[in-house]
Every structure is written in structure tokens, then in C-alpha cells.
């Protein structure tokens, strides 16, 4: 069973969810989000609403799973057709349903619904993070027909359930993300993103590198950190960012497994 809000009128705008996972208390229910994730986006919804919406905008909403069927503990080969089968369905769906937004909660729907746009590091790692709270444009394709919609990705509802370190902030982040759908964008020029080169500053000499970079530079630099939480007299800082135009970034591992530093 799906769950959908339909009281909100034929002219709110109509949204897909998909998560990454089915609960396991929607097992035992057989209805989606009838448990914790549920609530979860319920108080998520209520609070973007309160906080970005333009006017009185509402929206219709449907959720399904990414998964159709269980893949853990099977093969790669499995797992990978599975994938497959699991994407071609979610076109299917939003043939289907014609939504104007389809967000995305974890990696595997984003990578299904976003695909070549998931662009990688100079390290060959794929940054999901990238595309977190953007509209992308996309197209999808059935038997049925083709439909176009704004696809808006936001971290695994499951992953912050069972994280011990998803606090506020990480709440706050999920609803700025959310709130495209409510009318709100700080949008992200696409293009420049994908052409946009990040560097990792990994090593000593690297380091040294930049800081003569950053010293040579006669404009403003801006500098940025990622942080164990928020804090504001004990942290720990993971990651600090530099840059000096809008087409290169630095970042600098500190607290963090690939840093030289600590």
C-alpha cells in the first residue's frame, strides 16, 4: 500500500518520494511510512512548509520504495539487475503519476533518477552531495509516455534514523533541502557545477601550494568548514574549503581518514 496526502486541492503541486529503503516497521504494517520514518517526514514536511513556503502553497504527495524486492546478501550481478529493474520502474511511476518534483532520499534513488548528472572528485568518487536540495530537470520515458519533472535530492531518511549524530542541524539541512517543493530555491547553476573542478589537498607539498595560491590572490577568498556538529565552543573540524573563484575549490581534510595533517 502507498501512502498519498490528497487534501490539498488540485492545484497544490504534486510531489513523489522515494526512499531508499523500506522500513522494517512498515513490513509487520504493510503500509508505507505507517512507523518512525513516517513521522520523521511528516515533522520534516510541516516544518519546511512553516519555514519556506511562498503564500499558501500545498502540495499532493505519493511515496514508494526504491527497492521492489529484497537484494541484501545476493550477488553483484543480482544486485546490479536489480538496479536496473528498480530504475525502470521509477520511470515508469513517474509516467505514471506526473509529478512536478521527485525527491530523492539516499543514493541509490538519486543515482537512478539523476544518472550521468552525478558527477565525481579528482579521486573517482561519485559526490551525491552536490546535487542535495537543486531541482534537476529531467526526462523519463515508458511505454505509457514521457514526462518531464524537477528531480530535488535530501540525504536516506534511514540513515538519520540510525545515525547517533543526525541532531538539529542535520534536521535543518533536510528541510532547506525539502523546500524547493514548497516554492523556495537558492538554486545552483547546473552547468557550472558539472564543469566545476574540487581539489583535494591531501598532501604536504599540495598544501604548501595552495597557501602560496591563497597569498598571490589580490581578490577575496572564501573559506569554508565542515564540522563535527554545531557546537559552538567544543567541536572538531573535519574539512576546511577555500576558494577563490567559481569554477575551483580547495578542500582541506583535517580531522578526517584522508588527511595527512593529524
Not at 109 to 134: M, T
Not at 172 to 181: A, E, V
Not at 245 to 255: G, I, K, R, S, W
Request: aromatic content about 12%.
Amino acid at each position: 500500500k502507498l501512502p498519498y496526502n490528497n487534501d490539498a486541492g488540485s492545484a497544490a503541486t504534486k510531489v513523489l518520494f522515494v526512499l531508499d529503503y523500506m522500513p522494517s516497521e512498515d513490513l509487520e504494517s504493510g503500509r508505507l511510512l505507517s512507523g518512525v520514518t513516517g513521522d520523521l517526514l511528516t515533522n520534516l514536511l510541516q516544518y519546511t512548509r512553516q519555514t519556506y513556503a511562498k503564500g499558501k502553497r500545498s502540495i499532493n504527495w505519493m511515496a514508494v520504495s526504491y527497492n521492489a524486492f529484497r537484494t541484501a546478501g545476493k550477488s553483484s550481478e543480482f544486485q546490479s539487475q536489480a538496479k536496473e529493474s528498480f530504475s525502470e520502474r521509477l520511470s515508469k511511476l513517474v509516467v505514471a503519476y506526473k509529478p512536478d518534483y521527485v525527491v530523492a532520499f539516499g543514493r541509490n534513488p538519486q543515482e537512478a533518477l539523476l544518472g550521468d548528472k552525478i558527477v565525481s572528485d579528482d579521486k573517482g568518487r561519485k559526490r551525491f552531495s552536490y546535487w542535495w536540495g537543486n531541482p534537476v530537470e529531467r526526462s523519463f520515458k515508458s511505454k505509457a509516455g514521457e514526462v518531464t519533472t524537477k528531480v530535488v535530492s535530501n540525504l536516506s531518511l534511514h540513515d538519520v534514523i540510525k545515525s547517533s549524530s543526525a541532531g538539529a542541524g542535520v534536521l535543518g539541512y533536510m528541510c532547506r533541502w525539502l523546500s524547493p517543493i514548497f516554492g523556495y530555491s537558492y538554486q545552483v547553476d547546473a552547468k557550472r557545477l558539472e564543469k566545476h573542478n574540487s581539489i583535494v589537498v591531501d598532501t604536504l607539498p599540495a598544501f604548501k601550494k595552495l597557501m602560496k595560491t591563497l597569498r598571490a590572490h589580490r581578490g577575496y577568498v572564501s573559506i569554508d568548514t565542515e564540522t563535527k556538529n554545531l557546537h559552538k565552543v567544543t567541536n572538531r573540524i573535519y574539512t576546511i574549503q577555500f576558494a577563490i573563484t567559481q569554477d575551483e575549490a580547495f578542500l582541506v581534510p583535517l580531522y578526517h581518514k584522508d588527511t595527512p595533517f593529524t
